[in-house]
């Protein structure tokens, strides 16, 4: 089956700092990664996905991810953090083991400090 | 604009009291999924339908129905709702076309209690 694992259920940074949250997954076949955003009470959002087009994904809002197969990881990254970023992030992973469901990881709650 | 929707967005109720809750997406997506989320276990699919009358268990499908009569419409329906299924329940579409790497799209969440 394909997991992930989100290091780090709270991140705190301070404005302006790097933002680093992150993901490792585990699978047998070449995964299809995903982050998903969820701002307070709202649902959630894509940041980015990896297809396995390129190993550096660009997403919305500043944000980007490395697919590194050899560490088998996917972190989230923002070089200047937003108040505006603080929300509940998460990582996924899909592919041909698990259908067409995405399985998230548990989280990873990020605090922007002035 | 291209969106799912759930109804309703915030439910209390008691236990055994039957209920539903609604979804619809507009976008003609032929996969529909219910998902709830819990504090420290990120979301977990409880039900998910390929297309019209074909619907398969997720990971956590004890206590839920559904059905999928029609292919914008995905209901979860408890029967019987215990304080253990009070959750934040989402439901997502996405299409098949693409394959593995197309977007889910969620909606706005429903927060249920049972008490």
């Known amino acids: 089956a394909q997991s992930v694992t989100q290091l780090g259920s709270h991140v705190s940074v301070s404005e302006g700092a790097l933002v680093l949250l992150r993901c490792n997954y585990s699978?047998?076949?070449?995964?299809?990664l995903f982050w998903y955003v969820q701002y307070p009470n709202q649902g959630l959002q894509l940041l980015l996905k990896?297809?396995?087009?390129?190993?550096l994904v660009k997403g919305i809002n500043g944000f980007e991810a490395e697919f590194k197969k050899s560490e088998t990881s996917f972190h989230l990254t923002k070089p200047s953090a937003h108040m505006s970023d603080a929300a509940e992030y998460f990582c996924?992973?899909?592919?041909?083991?698990?259908?067409?469901?995405?399985?998230f990881g548990k989280g990873t709650s990020l605090l922007v400090t002035p | 604009e291209a969106q799912v929707t759930q109804n309703p967005r915030y439910l209390i109720t008691v236990t055994g009291k039957k209920l539903t809750v609604t979804c619809s997406q507009n976008?003609?997506?032929?996969?529909m999924s219910w998902y709830r989320q819990d504090p420290g276990l990120g979301l977990r699919q409880i039900y998910y339908?390929?297309?019209?009358?074909?619907?398969d268990k997720g990971d956590v499908p004890e206590g839920y129905k559904v059905s999928r009569k029609e292919k914008r419409n995905f209901p979860l329906i408890l029967e019987s709702p215990s304080p253990n299924q009070t959750s934040l329940y989402f439901c997502a579409s996405r299409t098949l076309t693409g394959g593995h790497t197309d977007t889910q799209y969620f909606g706005p969440g429903t927060r249920l209690t049972v008490l």
């Open positions: 996924a992973v899909s592919g041909p083991n698990s259908g067409y469901a995405l399985n």
């Open positions: 990896y297809t396995s087009a390129a190993t």
């Open positions: 699978s047998s076949v070449p995964p299809y």
């Open positions: 976008m003609n997506h032929e996969y």
């Open positions: 339908s390929m297309n019209v009358e074909v619907t």
